[in-house]
């Protein structure tokens, strides 16, 4: 069974940056698409990134040139670099491992930007 426990949130100051990590166990890491997502109070969930097996990057235009996806395969982990982080990027942010018509999330982690 795909576990994914996220890690990294916590309360920041405008301007500043966090890292957030996603472990995935239960399966082989290396086989999933992963992307992250996040929902601010009474919003719907939205993409923040994602990237392919083939290592294509897709952001939301909120974050470009802010957020950074990448993945440790060896360590069967994804990352999101978040620097100049707003209020506006307060939300729980969640983990997602997809293949074709198949995903998994993880329990989220909380973000928030204030002074």
């Known amino acids: 069974q795909v576990q994914l426990v996220e890690s990294g949130g916590g309360l920041v100051q405008p301007g500043g940056s966090l890292r957030l990590s996603c472990a995935l166990s239960?399966?082989?890491?290396?086989?999933?698409?992963m992307g992250w997502y996040r929902q601010a109070p009474g919003k719907q969930r939205e993409l923040v990134a994602a990237?392919?097996?083939?290592?294509?990057?897709n952001y939301a235009d909120s974050v470009k040139g802010r957020f950074t996806i990448s993945r440790d395969n060896a360590k069967n982990t994804v990352y999101l670099q978040m620097n100049s982080l707003k209020p506006k990027d307060t939300a729980v942010y969640y983990c997602?491992?997809?293949?074709?018509?198949?995903?998994?999330w993880g329990q989220g982690t909380r973000v928030t930007v204030s002074s």
């Open positions: 997602n491992a997809f293949r074709g018509a198949w995903d998994n």
């Open positions: 990237m392919t097996l083939g290592g294509s990057t």
């Open positions: 239960g399966s082989i890491f290396s086989i999933y698409g």
